[in-house]
Structure formats: C-alpha cells, structure tokens
C-alpha cells in the first residue's frame, strides 16, 4: 500500500517545492497532498554571497497539482493543515508552532549538521567557524532545528570547487535527501558519521550572516578547503 505523503509548503511559486514533488512523483506509490501556507515577503537584504538558488523562479504548487492530478489545500495558517497524511514533508515553512504539529510525522532537512550547527545560514556560518556541511533529516519538534535525527550527510568538498560550486552541491544534496527520505527513514544506520560530528560542541541557533561578517566569507572558504577538502 503507498503512503500518503503531505508536502507543507508556501501559496507562492517555489522552486524547492517543484524540485521535491517532482522527485517524489518518480515513485508511483506516493500519493501526495500540498498544503500552501500564506506567503509573506520579507524585506530584501543585499547579500554579497546567494547560497541557494532564487526559490521564486519555481512554479506554484498549484500549478504543480493541477498538472500532476494531485490535491492541493489552501491553509490559512498551520493549525489548518489536516492530520491524515503519514508523513509531512517539508518544502517551505516558518516554524510551526507545537498545536500544529500534534501527533503529525513532520520531516525537514536542516541544511546542516545538527545539533552543530542551527539556525540560518548555516552554510555560511559553518565555513567562518570551520565546522562541518553537511545536511540533517529530521522529524521536527517544538524546537528550532532539534527533534530525532534519522541522517547525517556530509556535504564532500573537494580542492577544485569554488564557493559557487560547492553551494550547489550542498543544495541538491538537500533535495536528494528530502526526495529519498523513505530509504533514509527505514534504514538500520542510524545517523552517518556520529563519530567524526562528535567532536564538535553544539551549537545555538543562529540568525542570517550579517554583511560586515559576510565580507570574509570568499578567503575563509579557501582556508576552510585546506582543512575539510579531500586530498
């Protein structure tokens, strides 16, 4: 029997959505449901280095519904999203507050390595305090990038990449993990690469980088590679 799986996501075109759902629809047996939460802009900040793509030059997940036969439900906030799905996804949220989560099986992928690194831009943040990327899938809870990890995967970085280079590979291995999280849930492994995360404290919740922190980012990465880039 499939699963149904619920894609929580934003009323606005979205480019993770797109990529998720239609990585998820290769597997025929997922039946999927999109809840589009309202979608507020936030004021623009210059910033000297974009990490991820634009997510606005996505499609809406409305159209993605209309064009795949899938249900698509308005949610005027997060308590609205029903409860009859076996997993949640997902592709684009706020922090959903604890009455909307309830007994929900909601999964993220933090883009990286709990509880090292948390908050926003953790890319960023991780080169400047030479820690580790990777991506964490997770089930959420009531905290701020915590809740029981199902996997760990490093980002590799390797001498020839650029900032550019690795951003992107950082960030489709982000889609990938959330894509297969099936194969990621039920495997027996547990959490990858506890040992070498170990040595790490943890860490707090960050906020975005700001610009005057920004502005080293381009020579610590080159400094970041001589520590964590394959030989």
């Not at 959505?17 to 802009?41: C, D, H, K, S």
Request: contains cysteine.
């Amino acid at each position: 029997m499939g699963l149904n799986i619920g894609i929580i996501t934003y009323a606005a075109p979205h480019l993770k959505t797109e990529q998720l759902v239609l990585g998820l629809r290769v597997n025929p047996i997922y039946e999927m449901t999109i809840f589009a939460l309202p979608y507020r802009q936030r004021n623009r900040r210059e910033v000297l280095f974009q990490h991820r793509p634009e997510q606005g030059t996505g499609v809406s997940g409305r159209q993605i519904a209309d064009s795949l036969g899938l249900m698509y439900i308005p949610c005027g906030s997060e308590t609205d999203i029903g409860d009859f799905c076996d997993y949640y996804i997902i592709a684009g949220a706020g922090i959903i507050p604890g009455e909307a989560i309830g007994n929900k099986k909601i999964i993220n992928c933090h883009p990286g390595i709990i509880p090292i690194s948390r908050g926003l831009d953790s890319f960023k943040w991780a080169i400047l305090n030479r820690l580790p990327i990777g991506n964490t899938l997770h089930f959420i809870d009531q905290s701020v990038d915590a809740g029981r990890i199902l996997c760990r995967l490093q980002t590799p970085l390797y001498q020839a990449d650029s900032i550019e280079s690795y951003a992107r590979r950082h960030y489709e291995a982000e889609i990938m993990m959330l894509v297969n999280f099936e194969s990621l849930l039920r495997s027996d492994t547990g959490p990858t690469n506890t040992e070498s995360f170990d040595q790490y404290p943890p860490g707090e919740p960050q906020m975005r980088m700001p610009r005057d922190a920004e502005t080293g980012l381009r020579a610590a990465f080159e400094e970041y590679k001589e520590v964590f880039a394959a030989q």
